[in-house]
């Protein structure tokens, strides 16, 4: 259930399904994350709440599976939350912490961005490409939409961006170009050759860029709009090895781009559309 995107609307949907019946009930489970949905059904009065660790289920387990799992994750933070069942609000030492979250309350967006960060390859296997959408609201930002795509293939991510560019009426695209550096640009001017193209380039590493983003949001100057639970997750679990849960932050260094560029980069007035 953690992993549903739009959890809680999904799940105030199925509740009209339990209308029939003298005791109509419901069975969820999942490893537990500190999303809304699950901080909501925690604080439920009539919810029944059961926890089963890995070790409970150890007589179903292949054994090799508890040598070599079990045995490299027990204590860490992931172990906890994994194989112990714990609700882990925040990774110690994380960038980012829930309580940094503000939902945006409406206001007039100014200038926006669509940010792309493209794996280097296509496959099934690659990393996802992180697509993220953010607009300047007064002296903050408002992170609008996530649109990561995986499996993206070239075209796919460009078609992916250029429809975020247009649904958003946004002001350009900024797109990392160290892996692929012109090729990227002319793979979005395949899907449309009229959308405006920013290309940056890395010169350190993920979690240095991500540093001065993260104050940001300390400063209360970053909203989100609803449904980024995904992207959330990810910035929560980033560390300071530059992946999160073992993974490439892919969401995370496309929001890292757009907050970089809206924020960090350019503080000069500006004309939409310019």
Partial sequence: ????????????????????????????TTTPRPTRLIKRLLADKEAIVTRMTTRHNHAFLAPSFLEAVVARYRGSVL???????????????????????????????????????????????????????????GEGAVVLEDCT?????????????????????ADAIVVEVNQGGDL??????????????????????????????????GRGLVQHADGLTALEDEMCAFGADGRSEGHSPDRVDALVWALTELLLNDNRPRIRGL
């Avoid at 940094?100 to 493209?118: H, Q, S, T």
């Fill in 1 to 28: 259930m953690c992993k549903w995107p739009n959890a809680e609307a999904a799940w105030d949907m199925l509740q009209f399904g339990l209308r029939l019946g003298s005791r109509p009930r419901q069975l969820a």
């Fill in 149 to 169: 795509l995986r499996p993206a293939a070239p075209l796919q991510w460009a078609r992916r961006a250029v429809a975020a560019y247009k649904a958003h009426a």
């Fill in 184 to 217: 990227v640009r002319q793979v979005l001017a395949q899907v449309d050759a009229t959308v405006p193209v920013r290309q940056l380039r890395a010169d350190r590493g993920k979690w240095l860029r991500a540093e001065p983003v993260a104050a940001l949001y």
């Fill in 79 to 137: 172990g906890r939350q994994e194989l112990d069942g714990e609700l882990i609000e925040d990774l110690p030492g994380a960038l980012w912490q829930r309580g940094m979250f503000r939902r945006f309350e409406g206001g007039n967006v100014g200038r926006i961005l669509v940010a792309v960060d493209p794996p280097v390859t296509g496959t099934a296997r690659s990393d996802a490409c992180g697509i993220v959408v953010a607009g300047r609201v």
